[in-house]
């Protein structure tokens, strides 16, 4: 990655990691706050919710993200996409918070699903405007290349949403909590990004709307498709948890989400490189710079198989230790369905920044049919093996559908005229993980103790697997000082210190 690249990076992981980690120390205290039946019931609305958005943000967002990005030739491109999007967003997100204003009158919900789901419908009606702006506001930033700002305020939004819910969670609100929660935090990200975009743009060029030649047709098009591609997408997280819910019940609902919770734990690089890729790779698209854009996809997609796969290990050899210790003994029901998880987790992390790379590309009914073929997969599997083997599955349904997105969207991309995996070292990679996997597995039942095992096993086991990518040849140490000096301060230049050689 050049310069630019790195830096825009370093803010997204430093954000992803900082989010992360509050998400680490704080759901179990969540979970155990809300039991099994209340987190299964929060888990089943916020799912509701995120497909529910899909029709009413989707287009708008990561529209204005990839088109404010590009480089055109007409005076306040860039004002006029915002004013464009700003318009369509502020009307989108009155149409949804009325529609499902309604649905919680009319009492529906609660007729369903049991009291009190019409008035938690009642909050959701007021987190559709609150998410709306929210999610404008930040992919208008990253737009801009302003991740430095963007990422700070998602981690405050984050630390409002867990610290006002548990607050309000004491006082015996429960679910009600964290929706308020979201709610107060999405608003406060809305707020301040809403003034950082003023301060960067022309307010008088987004207020007049766009000239006569502005291509609103373009930018129609392309938010009617990015609606069915994200829904696709989208549907993969949370079709599985709202199926679970409505074919078995809230606790066991809790606990599969619980597993999904960690599974979704190793994507945090992946997520911050598939938001970075997509506006990133827009101008190279537009540049048609094919052999840029194999680069930068092939070596993203190899990096990633390190670090997931290392992860990946480190969940399946310390699962029984972890989970007990983490959510509670009432949650060890979650240990099997996150061990099912693991291989399509390795696949779907492998997908996401391929996804965004080929939805830069504008030339979405490709990507939309890769991602529809996986999420139907998953949509197929999970009715026929939720009624019979419920959480396990589930996970097992879940899994072949993640799996499958990367094989899709490996296709999808050569179809559009770049290759992933050019650079992709399969033998390396299998090499690493063959031998480290054992290796690390035997380390953990060498050590009886299991909090000194969650101590040692993470960095004895890092530190053997990063050496057996070098010598196989995965990753060269130029590579690897490379990727710690793209961390943030003081982490990565410290690591990089540690490192033999110099840059070549």
């Known amino acids: 990655m050049d310069r630019s690249l790195t830096e825009a990076f370093s803010a997204l992981f430093s954000a992803k990691l900082a989010t992360s980690l509050i998400s680490i120390v704080s759901l179990p205290i969540v979970v155990r706050e809300l039991g ?56 989108l997100g009155a149409i949804g918070a009325v529609v499902l204003g309604v649905a919680s009158l009319s009492g529906l919900p609660s007729r369903l699903l049991g009291d009190p789901f019409s008035w938690y419908f009642a909050l959701l009606a007021a987190f559709v405007v609150a998410a709306q702006l929210r999610a404008f506001t930040r992919r208008t930033l990253m737009g801009l290349g302003l991740e430095r700002y963007s990422e700070p305020l998602r981690v405050l939004t984050k630390l409002t949403w867990i610290c006002l819910g548990l607050a309000l969670a004491a006082l015996g609100l429960g679910v009600d909590a964290f929706l308020i929660s979201n709610i107060v935090g999405a608003t406060v990200l809305a707020v301040v990004g809403l003034v950082l975009v003023a301060r960067t743009l022309s307010v008088s060029a987004i207020v007049r709307g766009p000239p006569a030649e ?21 549907s993969l997280f949370h079709v599985d948890v709202v199926m679970m819910r409505l074919l078995t019940d809230g606790g066991q609902t809790g606990q599969y989400k619980a597993a999904l919770a960690i599974a979704e734990y190793v994507w945090f690089v992946p997520l911050s490189l598939q938001t970075l890729l997509l506006h990133s790779t827009s ?71 391929l996804y965004a790379i080929n939805q830069g590309s504008g030339r979405l009914k490709v990507p939309i049919v890769a991602t529809a073929s996986a999420a139907g997969i998953n949509v197929v599997l999970n009715a026929v093996l939720i009624p019979t083997y419920g959480m396990i599955g589930a996970a097992a349904a879940t899994s072949v559908g993640y799996a499958s997105m990367f094989v899709f969207h490996v296709g999808c991309a050569r179809y559009l005229g770049y290759q992933p995996l050019d650079d992709l070292r399969l033998r390396s990679l299998v090499g690493t993980v063959v031998v480290a996997a054992p290796t690390i597995y035997a380390l953990d039942t060498l050590i009886v103790n299991d909090f000194l095992s969650l101590l040692v096993v993470p960095i004895v086991g890092g530190l053997v697997y990063t050496t057996l990518a070098v010598a196989f040849g995965a990753l060269t140490l130029a590579e690897l000082r490379r990727l710690t000096g793209a961390l943030p301060a003081p982490v990565g230049p410290r690591l990089r210190s540690l490192l033999p050689g110099t840059d070549q």
């Open 283 to 353: 101008q190279l698209w537009a540049e048609r710079q094919f052999d840029r854009i194999t680069s930068l996809a092939s070596r993203v997609t190899r990096y990633v198989w390190l670090l997931v796969s290392l992860m990946g290990i480190g969940l399946f050899v310390l699962a029984d230790e972890a989970i007990p210790l983490y959510f509670g003994a009432d949650f060890a029901g979650t240990v099997e369905p996150l061990i099912v998880l693991l291989p399509g987790t390795l696949g779907f992390a492998l997908a996401r920044p």
């Open 214 to 234: 502005f291509p609103t047709r373009e930018l129609l098009s392309f938010n009617g498709l990015n609606i069915v591609l994200v829904l696709m997408l989208l």
């Open 36 to 91: 099994t039946t209340g987190y299964g019931n929060y888990a089943f609305l916020i799912s509701t919710f995120s497909l529910y958005m899909i029709l009413v943000s989707s287009g708008v967002t990561e529209g204005v993200q990839k088109f404010v990005a590009e480089t055109r030739d007409s005076d306040h491109w860039r004002e006029h996409v915002v004013g464009f999007y700003l318009r369509l967003t502020l009307l």
